[in-house]
C-alpha cells in the first residue's frame, strides 16, 4: 500500500509552495495538457516543454532524484505499453526484432508517447511534491468543482488513512494464521480483506455522518478557505500558460 | 430552576424491536458531574445519542435547557450539548486539525475568520497549538482524545457528554485527559466503565443495566460498595468461576431498582 | 510499481488533442447529470457515503488478487459500487478517484483525465450497471441472481472500458483501430473475468456479513417481463444490422470519421480487416448475427450457469 508518501515532501519551502495550491494545479494541468496535446514528432518542442517543467522542478527545489525516482515508476509502464505501438502500426518498415516489424509510423509515435509522456509527468511529479492532498481539495474547491465531489474527496482522505491502517490489521492478522499459504487461500483473503474494507468504511462513513450531524452539520459543507489568489502567483500561471501554449500551437502551425 | 436536561421515562427500541433502553428517568442540573456506568449493551451509548438529539425519543420526553428535544430543536440543542464520541477517528474527519475544529461553529453560521481564530484558541487552551494544518492521523492517540475535545469544545456547549473518553489511551495520556476535564466547569455528563475516571471526575453515578437505571447515588459511596460493583457487572474478580457463571442467570430485578 | 498500475488508466501521451477536448467535454456533461441524480438520491447523507465509497474504492484498487501463475488481477469496482450506492454516485465516486488517483499518484494521464473518466467512470458504470440491471429483469429478482447479473455486468463494464481505450487510441492515430482493438480489447476480455470474479465474490460475502448495506438498492421497477423480452429481441436486430452494416461497407465508416474531421490518415485505419474476416465466413449478414448471438448466449449463459451452481454449492 504505496501512498505514505504523499505527505512527504508537501513541506519543501520554495516559490513554488508560496502560490496557493489552485495555481499550482492549473499550471501543472497547463503543463500537462499542452504537452499532451503536442502532434506527433515535434520533438524540440517537447524540449522546450521539458525545459520548462526541469526550470519549474528547479524553481520548486524538488531533488532532481526525487523528479528522476517519481517519473521513472510511471514512465516503465509507459514504455511498456507502448511497446505495442512499435510494430502494429502499418509503415515502412525500419528494422526487423526477431519476428516482428518495427515500422517508422511505429518508431514516430512510440517516441511521441514516450515524449509528451515524461513531460506530462514532470509536470506531475512537481504537484505532487509541493502539494498535499489536502491542500489539492482546496484547490478543487477554488475551481467550483462540484461540492459533493470535493466534500467526499475531503472525507475520503482521512478515511482512507484509518481504512489502511484495519486493512494492514486485518492482513497482518491473517498471514500470522496461515503462514505460506497458496495462491487459493491468499485470493480468498484478499477478497475478504476487500469485503471487509467496504463494510468498514460504509460503517466509519456512518458513524462520521453523526458526528457530523452532534456538530450542527445540516446538508450543506462549510468550508474555512477564504484565501485569494495574489497577483504575483497570477502573473506567474499567465506567463506559464502563455509560453505552452505558444509552444504547442506553433508546433501544429510549423507543420 | 429547572434542571438543564430532565429525562422522563425514556424508551428506545433497536429496529429489530430489541428494547435498548427501557424506560429511564433523569435529571441532571447545570453544574452537575454524572457518570453513566454499567457494561457494554447497558444503553449508555443510547443514552447519550438522545442527549444530542442524534436519537430522537420513541417514547417519554428528553428536555435540555427547558427545550424540548423533538426535530425542531434539535439543531438548538446540539448547540448547547457538546458530544464527544467513542473513537476520535469518527470525529476527525477533516483533512486538517483546523478544519475539523472550526466546523461546528462554522454550522453555526460563523464566519470563516471567526471560527479559524476561536479553533485556534481552543488547540491552543488543549496544548495542540502549532498542530492546526496537521492530519488526524499524524497525531498520537492522547492528541487525538484533546483533538475530538477541542471539536466539541470551540462551541462553548453547556454540557459536556463524553462517551468513553479514556479509551484506548495509556496512563499518561488518561491522566492528563482527567486534570483537563476536572478544571473545565461544563456540565458533565461521562458514560464509562472506567470506574476511576468515574470516581476522579464524577460526583454523582448513575449505573445502567439492560437498558433501566439499577441505582444512581454519590460516586464515592458507590465505588466504594465492592458487592454492588460485582452485582452490576461493573467489577468481576478474575479468575472466579463461580461469579462468571451466575451473571448469565442472574434475575433483571435486583434489591438497588427504584 | 506497475503492479500497483491500471491497465484501463490510459497515460498522458497517447490521446491526440482533439480526442482529449472532445472526452473531456463528454465526461463533464455527464458528471453533471449525475451531480443532480446523486443529490436528489442520497439527499443530506450524500457526502459520507460518498466518502466511505471513495475512500473503499481507492483502497481496492491497490489491492492485489492473486490469480495464480504470477499474475494477478485489480478491482475497478464501477458496477460494485452502483449495485450498493446506485449508478449516478458511482460514477462520482469513480471520478474522484481518478482525479486524484492522475494528479497525486500518476496513474493515469492529467491530460488523459477526461478520456479516463469518460472510460472508466461513465462508460463503465452506465454500461455495466445497465447490463446488470437488464440482466436482472430477465432473469428476476433474488440472492443469488442478482451476484450472478452483478457479475455479469462487471465483466460488461470491463469490456467497454477495453472497447472504449482502444477506440480513443485509434481516433488519435496511435494506434489502427483493428489491433488496436484486438490487442485492447482482447486484453480486457480476459481482465473482465477477473472483475466479475471479484465483484460476485465481494457481493457474497457482503451479502452473508452485511445483508442491510445491500439494502440500499430498491428493487428493479415492475416491468413486464415481456417488454424486456421484446427490447432485447429489438436490441440485438439493431446490433446485427449494425454490426453488418460495419462489415459490409468499411468505408462508411471512414466517411463518418473523415466528416467529423479525423483527417485522411486516422481514416485510413478503419478500413479493410473487418471485409476481410466476414468474406471469410460467407454472409456478413451471418457473420454478424452469429458474433452478436454468440456475445449474448456466452453472457445469458454464464448468468444462468451462476445461479445454478450458487443455488446448489
Known amino acids: 500500500m504505496s501512498f505514505h508518501h504523499l505527505d512527504q515532501y508537501a513541506h519543501i519551502e520554495s516559490p513554488i509552495t508560496h502560490t496557493p495550491p489552485v495555481v499550482r494545479l492549473l499550471g501543472t494541468v497547463v503543463v500537462a495538457v499542452g504537452a499532451a496535446a503536442l502532434p506527433l514528432g515535434a ?29 521513472s515508476g510511471p514512465l516503465a509502464f509507459v514504455v511498456l505499453a507502448s511497446t505495442a505501438v512499435l510494430f502494429l502500426v ?10 516482428v516489424v518495427v515500422t517508422d509510423a511505429g518508431l514516430l509515435r512510440f517516441g511521441s508517447a514516450i515524449g509528451r509522456a515524461v513531460v506530462a509527468l514532470g509536470a506531475a511529479v512537481i504537484l505532487v511534491s509541493t502539494t498535499g492532498f489536502p491542500d489539492l481539495v482546496s484547490a478543487f474547491r477554488d475551481l467550483r468543482l462540484p461540492r459533493v465531489v470535493t466534500t467526499s474527496l475531503g472525507l475520503a482522505y482521512r478515511l482512507l488513512y484509518t481504512l489502511v491502517d484495519e ?37 466509519r462513513g456512518e458513524r462520521t455522518y453523526r458526528a457530523m450531524l452532534a456538530r450542527g452539520y445540516h446538508g450543506e459543507m462549510p468550508s474555512l478557505r477564504t484565501r485569494r489568489v495574489d497577483v504575483n502567483s497570477l502573473i506567474g500561471l499567465g506567463l506559464l500558460t502563455v509560453t505552452v501554449l505558444a509552444t504547442t500551437i506553433s508546433a501544429y502551425m510549423i507543420r | ?56 425519543a420513541q417514547s417519554g420526553s428528553v428536555t435540555v435547557d427547558g427545550m424540548k428535544v423533538t426535530g425542531e430543536t ?33 454550522n453555526e453560521g460563523k464566519a470563516p475568520r471567526e471560527a479559524a481564530a476561536r479553533a485556534h484558541g481552543v488547540l491552543a487552551d488543549l ?83 439492560r437498558g433501566k437505571i439499577a441505582t444512581q447515588g454519590d460516586s464515592a459511596r458507590l465505588l466504594d460498595d465492592a458487592s454492588f460493583l460485582q452485582q452490576h457487572r461493573l467489577t468481576v474478580p478474575l479468575g472466579d468461576r463461580a461469579l462468571r457463571g451466575s451473571t448469565g442467570t442472574r434475575s433483571p430485578k435486583n434489591p438497588h431498582n427504584h | 510499481m506497475q503492479g500497483d498500475r491500471c491497465l484501463a488508466h490510459i497515460p498522458d501521451g497517447f490521446l491526440s488533442a482533439p480526442v482529449i477536448a472532445g472526452a473531456a467535454v463528454l465526461s463533464a456533461a455527464a458528471l453533471a447529470v449525475a451531480v443532480r441524480r446523486s443529490q436528489s438520491r442520497l439527499g443530506e447523507q450524500e457526502a459520507p457515503i460518498l466518502g466511505a465509497a471513495t475512500a473503499f474504492v481507492f483502497a481496492a484498487q491497490m489491492l492485489n488478487f492473486p490469480l495464480g501463475a504470477g499474475t494477478s488481477a485489480h478491482l475497478l469496482g464501477g458496477v460494485l459500487v452502483a449495485t450498493l450506492v446506485g449508478p449516478s454516485v458511482a460514477i462520482l465516486v469513480l471520478f474522484s478517484v481518478l482525479l486524484v488517483q492522475a494528479l497525486l499518484f500518476q496513474d493515469g494521464g492529467i491530460a488523459a483525465l477526461g478520456a479516463n473518466t469518460l472510460n472508466v467512470a461513465v462508460i463503465a458504470v452506465v454500461g455495466g450497471y445497465g447490463s446488470y440491471r437488464w440482466l436482472l429483469a430477465l432473469v428476476g429478482m433474488g440472492t443469488r441472481r442478482m451476484i450472478a447479473s452483478a457479475a455479469a455486468g462487471a465483466y460488461v463494464s470491463v469490456v467497454l472500458v477495453g472497447i472504449a481505450v482502444a477506440i480513443e487510441l485509434a481516433l488519435s492515430g496511435t494506434l489502427p483501430l483493428v489491433p488496436s482493438l484486438v490487442a485492447i480489447g482482447g486484453i480486457h476480455l480476459l481482465v473482465g473475468l477477473g472483475e466479475a470474479a471479484l465483484t460476485a465474490a465481494i457481493l457474497a460475502m457482503l451479502m452473508r456479513a452485511q445483508p442491510e448495506l445491500l439494502r440500499r438498492e430498491s428493487p428493479p421497477p415492475p416491468v413486464r417481463r415481456k417488454w424486456v423480452y421484446a427490447v432485447t429481441a429489438v436490441s440485438m ?61 456466452v453472457g445469458f449463459g454464464l448468468t444462468k450457469m451462476i445461479v445454478r451452481t450458487r443455488r446448489n454449492p
Open chain 1, 43 to 71: 520533438w524540440g518542442h517537447m524540449a522546450v516543454l521539458a525545459l520548462l517543467v526541469g526550470l519549474i522542478a528547479l524553481l520548486a527545489r524538488v531533488p532532481a532524484r526525487v523528479m528522476l525516482l517519481r517519473v
Open chain 3, 237 to 297: 436486430l439493431l446490433a446485427v444490422t449494425a454490426v453488418y452494416a460495419a462489415s459490409a461497407r468499411p468505408d462508411a465508416l471512414e466517411a463518418a470519421s473523415r466528416r467529423l474531421g479525423l483527417g485522411e490518415s486516422v481514416a485510413s485505419y478503419f478500413q479493410s480487416p473487418f471485409a476481410d474476416y466476414t468474406a471469410q465466413i460467407g454472409g456478413a449478414w451471418i457473420a454478424a448475427a452469429g458474433g452478436v448471438m454468440v456475445v449474448f448466449a
Open chain 1, 167 to 203: 486493512i494492514e490489521r486485518i492482513e497482518r492478522a491473517a498471514r500470522s494464521r496461515n503462514v505460506g499459504a497458496g495462491a487459493r487461500r491468499r485470493r480468498q483473503l484478499a477478497v475478504g480483506i476487500a469485503a471487509t474494507a467496504l463494510t468498514r468504511s460504509f460503517a
Open chain 2, 1 to 56: 430552576m429547572a434542571n438543564l436536561i430532565e429525562i422522563t421515562d425514556l424508551a428506545y427500541r433497536y429496529p429489530d424491536g430489541t428494547p435498548a433502553i427501557d424506560g429511564i428517568s433523569l435529571s441532571v442540573e447545570s453544574g452537575d458531574r454524572v457518570a453513566i456506568l454499567g457494561p457494554i449493551g447497558a444503553g449508555k451509548s443510547t443514552l447519550l445519542l438522545h442527549l444530542n438529539g442524534l436519537l430522537l
Open chain 2, 74 to 106: 434539535v439543531r438548538e440543542v446540539r448547540r448547547r450539548v457538546g458530544l464527544v464520541f467513542q473513537d476520535p477517528d469518527d470525529q476527525l474527519f477533516l483533512p486538517t486539525l483546523l478544519e475539523d475544529v472550526a466546523f461546528g461553529p462554522l
Open chain 2, 127 to 209: 496544548g495542540l497549538a502549532g498542530s492546526e494544518g496537521r492530519a488526524a492521523h499524524h497525531l498520537s492517540g492522547g492528541q487525538k482524545r484533546l483533538a475530538a475535545l477541542a471539536t466539541v469544545l470551540v462551541s462553548r456547549p453547556r454540557v459536556l457528554v463524553l462517551d468513553e473518553p479514556t479509551g484506548n489511551l495509556d496512563a499518561e495520556g488518561r491522566a492528563k485527559l482527567v486534570r483537563l476535564l476536572q478544571e473545565r466547569d461544563e456540565t458533565l455528563v461521562v458514560a464509562t466503565h472506567d470506574l476511576e475516571v468515574a470516581r476522579a471526575l464524577c460526583s454523582r453515578c448513575v449505573v445502567l443495566d
Open chain 1, 90 to 99: 502499418p509503415g515502412q518498415p525500419v528494422f526487423h526484432a526477431g519476428p
